[in-house]
């Protein structure tokens, strides 16, 4: 797609996306509408204004894989930082921030592009039908198992507790994110379809977590085509589509699914970088973008590291890139991603109710668990 053509088709899905959110749409329309303008459109600009002119650009599934990651990433860090405003969220607000947000990502995407008119490249030749086919029913049967009757019961436990932190974040409870003992993702995003919708109800609320569950899969698809065939890449997705802790995740509404998703598109942008050491500091920072959002959703991500340090330590090991190379081309990286976790982790350090969790964590997570 040429960048002349992608500009208009995102303003153009925007516009649909507010025609719904403004007329009397059913309930889950217009929250896969909110999602669509809040995540995806802005997540598709910020991936095409750091990979379209690469030299090392993704394919067409790579790209759009990382944009739904990058989106969950604007929505968790967009109503954050919404939420710090005086007074309660108004949906007026949310989307007046995110509408902004999109303008001026779709004005620096269409100023860098001015003139050019080479299309948007991605990388590889078009899937052949087989691999489209199996791509197809993996999605098929995965959201079948996902989706279905996903309203199955009301909120309860950890469900509960979140969704009505959600309307507290609504109503003006300034500090609710922060009394919280584990990230935010799973309070803002109830609350940016609350706010954007006026309503919500036990499919919306758990509908990012399994969309997010849902293309996690597709990430799990791509890493095992990249490491060996697209054929072990899509026998582990597969698998994976009927483990039931994996279902259970994405009928609930907490942070799992979106730590899974994150981890697994961190993971396959190390493999690329290992495999092709090309276009290095653009790819780790969209790792960092990734990594920080899982973070933000529980310290879970931390284990990401694990794979992060390997995958960083054959890089050199191979001498596939030299440390100097590699640590300037992380130091970008390394400021998004903790100018992103700041944004939450030094607020929350220094609330009064830290001392708590801190203890609570120790005791109970890491000594007990």
């Known amino acids: 797609m040429k960048p002349a053509m992608f500009i208009p088709a995102i303003l153009l899905a925007a516009v649909a996306a507010h025609a719904l959110l403004f007329t009397p749409a059913p309930l889950l329309a217009q929250s896969v509408a909110a999602l669509v303008l ?14 379209s002119r690469c030299d090392a ?85 995965a959201g079948l198992l996902r989706f279905t009757n996903l309203g199955y019961a009301e909120f309860h436990g950890d469900e509960a507790r979140g969704v009505l932190r959600a309307v507290a974040v609504i109503q003006g409870y300034e500090d609710v994110l922060l009394l919280h003992k584990k990230g935010p993702t799973e309070i803002v995003l109830p609350a940016l379809l609350l706010a954007l919708t006026g309503h919500i109800n036990e499919t919306t609320a758990r509908l990012p977590f399994a969309l997010a569950n849902l293309a996690a899969l597709g990430g799990v698809w791509l890493l095992g085509s990249r490491l060996f065939t697209p054929l072990a890449g899509w026998i582990a997705a597969f698998i994976l589509a009927f483990e039931g802790h994996l279902i259970a995740f994405a009928r609930f509404v907490q942070y799992q699914s979106v730590v899974l998703l994150t981890s697994v598109l961190v993971a396959l942008i190390l493999v690329r970088v290992w495999q092709t050491p090309k276009a290095v500091g653009r790819y780790l920072t969209l790792a960092a973008i990734l990594w920080a959002v899982g973070l933000l959703s529980h310290y879970d991500a931390l284990a990401t590291a694990a794979p992060v340090a390997m ?59």
């Open 57 to 141: 650009p993704p394919s067409l599934a790579e790209f759009w894989l990382y944009a739904v990651g990058v989106g969950y990433a604007v929505m968790v860090v967009g109503v954050l930082l919404l939420s710090y405003l005086p007074g309660g969220l108004a949906g007026w607000v949310v989307l007046f921030g995110f509408d902004a947000l999109l303008i001026a990502l779709a004005v620096l995407f269409w100023w860098r592009e001015r003139g050019v008119d080479r299309a948007l490249t991605h990388a590889g030749s078009p899937p052949r039908p087989l691999v489209v086919a199996g791509l197809l029913g993996l999605l098929l049967v």
């Open 311 to 369: 995958l960083s330590g054959a890089i050199l090991w191979q001498g596939r890139m030299g440390w100097r190379a590699l640590l300037r081309a992380a130091a970008p990286a390394a400021l998004v991603g903790g100018v992103m976790l700041a944004a939450f982790y030094i607020p929350y350090v220094l609330h009064p109710s830290f001392e708590s969790t801190a203890t609570y964590l120790v005791d109970q997570r890491f000594v007990a668990g």
């Open 38 to 51: 809040t995540g995806l459109l802005p997540g598709a600009l910020i991936v095409a204004l750091l990979l």
